[in-house]
């Protein structure tokens, strides 16, 4: 079962978040894995809203995902879902984190 957690996003900032992955209280073992990890407005949106950037520490069994301030400053305002998943190198797809985007609005124009 997918780990719930949450995310804010700064519109127009640069974007990082470190997600654990666990296999019982232990660290899971992501060596030869690959890991993706998209945000999307609703259930039934066909496009996703952006794509991070989604990369792994192998044994320590830790996920970051980030976005460029280039891509923040396109988000809107408002909330979106994400999920994170894992991909085995026998072709096992796992879902390993889910939930909540907020997009918080930007003030400053630089």
Known sequence: MARKTRIVID?????S?????????????????TVAAQMIKNYASTTPTATFT????????QVTLSLANSITAALQPGRE???????????????????EVSVTPGITRA
């Open 11 to 15: 519109q127009g900032t640069d974007f």
């Open 17 to 33: 978040k470190v997600i654990d992955v666990k296999s019982g209280n232990a660290a899971f073992d992501l060596t030869g894995y």
């Open 54 to 61: 989604a990369t792994h520490n192998d044994a320590l069994g």
């Open 81 to 99: 879902m994400f999920d994170v998943e894992i991909t085995s190198t026998a072709g096992l797809i796992t879902r390993v984190a889910e939930g």
